[in-house]
């Protein structure tokens, strides 16, 4: 077995990230990505207590709730089921820079018109503009330490009433824990093997509280760990301690 080096970041290429990945092989692991978010994120305590409360203690308007990297849109599905649960109206603009995983997360989302699927790129400042909240999932490792610093700064100024950027820890628990957990159940797709670059691309706990010194906020914002072996950026002008189960 190849000795793996959890010292620095990698600079690794996932399998989905390659534009001659086949397309089947795709669709699978956007599939499978429901039931890994659901294991594995934790997004649903944040984004209930985050969001769908905030919204519910607030004033009854439409907010807007741009999703960074929102993929397959699985969490943004999620999001809607649960706001309509409990008749709160949200818009949500779900980021996608790949054209692949844009055009399957339009064919997922039949039946979702609060969900408006976007092709940009996410260091793109204007799709900020007007946000109530910010969300980004397994986002931050695809980025370089700067481009990391970069968002960071844009969404401080975009001033959401909070944003969360939800994402992996760099460790050797992390990733075995994930190969074994992954190796058997999520065959035929890109699941394991990208799950493991991207945990190898991920960041230990100083690097990100480095990275968020280092862009500056003006807002409040806090860096948490969170089990199994993630962390959780949380900022905006309504921050406050949130549930992570």
């Not at 439409?62 to 709160?88: F, H």
């Not at 001033?159 to 950027?165: F, G, N, S």
């Amino acid at each position: 077995m190849t000795r793996i080096d959890f010292a620095c970041r990698a600079h690794v290429v996932e399998e989905m990230d390659r534009p001659d990945c086949p397309l089947v092989g795709l669709h699978r692991t956007l599939a499978h990505f429901n039931a890994i978010n659901r294991m594995f994120s934790r997004y649903r305590g944040m984004l209930n207590e985050g969001v769908v409360n905030d919204m519910a203690r607030g004033e009854a308007r439409r907010y807007r709730l741009v999703d960074l990297g929102a993929g397959g849109c699985d969490i943004a599905r999620w999001v809607v089921r649960r706001c309509r649960a409990r008749r709160l109206r949200i818009a949500i603009s779900a980021i996608e820079h790949d054209p692949r995983v844009a055009a399957y997360a339009r064919a997922a989302n039949a039946g979702y018109p609060e969900i408006d699927v976007v092709e940009a790129d996410v260091l793109d400042r204007g799709i900020l503009a007007g946000a109530d909240f910010v969300f980004a999932n397994h986002l931050l490792h695809h980025l370089s330490d700067m481009q990391c610093i970069e968002l960071l700064r844009n969404v401080d100024r975009a001033r959401p009433r909070r944003y969360l950027l939800n994402d992996l820890m760099r460790s050797p628990w992390t990733y075995y824990g994930f190969l074994l957990t992954t190796s058997v159940f999520f065959r035929n797709s890109f699941v394991c093997s990208d799950g493991l670059a991207s945990i190898r691309r991920g960041f230990t706990l100083p690097e990100v509280r480095a990275l968020v010194r280092a862009a500056a906020a003006v807002l409040p914002v806090s860096v948490r760990r969170l089990v199994p072996g993630r962390f959780v950026i949380t900022g905006g002008t309504a921050v406050g301690d949130l549930p992570t189960g």
